[in-house]
Every structure is written in structure tokens, then in C-alpha cells.
């Protein structure tokens, strides 16, 4: 099973930036697409935004034009750049890979880490 290790949450400031990483244990590019999530406290998980192996790139209306996701297969890693943070976006934000069985299910996850966004 895929170990996924998230890293570069922190605190932010509103209209300023910061960028997650996500290292995976074994090579990303066996996996149909790769995702970010979160969960702001007292709410449910979320989609951010995904990834396919070929490039496809999915985002939540709430995000586009601010997060863009990348994915350098070459170092098992996806990354999630953070634009134009909002307080809003505070979350912990989790790292999944999509399950290779079922397609569409995001079955591996990370163990999260902190977002937070100042006014």
C-alpha cells in the first residue's frame, strides 16, 4: 500500500501564497490520477483538485484561477501551489491517490496537514 506524506502547510496570509508537497513511497505514474483534499473543522472532506497521468487537471469552483496542481513523476511527488489565499481556504488538506480497482475512488491517503489563512 502507498505511503503519502504531505508537507508545507502553515500559516498564511490573506492574498498570499504557499505551496503543499506530497511524497508518495512508490512512483505516482502507476496511479490513474492523484488528488488533493480538505476538511475545514466541523465540515466534510472536499475535493481541491486532481490529477490523471496524462495531465488532466480537475479543480473545485472555489479554487480555480488561485491552486494550480502539479505532479513531478521523476521524485514520487504532487504538488498543490496555493494562490491568493483566503481565509476560507483553512483546512487541513489531505494528499490521495485514486484507487487502481476502483476508478474514480480516492482509496490512499496522507495524514494531512494544516492549512491556515489570516484576514
Known amino acids: 500500500q502507498v505511503q503519502l506524506v504531505e508537507s508545507g502547510g502553515g500559516l498564511g496570509q490573506a492574498g498570499g501564497s504557499l505551496r503543499l508537497s506530497c511524497a508518495a513511497s512508490?512512483?505516482?505514474?502507476?496511479?490513474?490520477?492523484m488528488g488533493w483534499y480538505r476538511q475545514a473543522p466541523g465540515k466534510q472532506r472536499e475535493l481541491v483538485a486532481t490529477?490523471?497521468?496524462?495531465?488532466?487537471?480537475n479543480y473545485a469552483d472555489s479554487v480555480k484561477g488561485r491552486f494550480t496542481i502539479s505532479r513531478n513523476n521523476a521524485k514520487n511527488m504532487v504538488s498543490l501551489q496555493m494562490n491568493g489565499l483566503k481565509p476560507e481556504d483553512t483546512a487541513v488538506y489531505y494528499c490521495?491517490?485514486?484507487?487502481?480497482?476502483?476508478?474514480?475512488?480516492?482509496?490512499?491517503w496522507g495524514q494531512g496537514t494544516q492549512v491556515t489563512v489570516s484576514s
Open positions: 490529477i490523471t497521468s496524462s495531465g488532466a487537471t
Open positions: 490521495a491517490a485514486e484507487s487502481r480497482e476502483r476508478l474514480g475512488e480516492y482509496a490512499y
Open positions: 512508490e512512483s505516482i505514474s502507476s496511479f490513474n490520477a
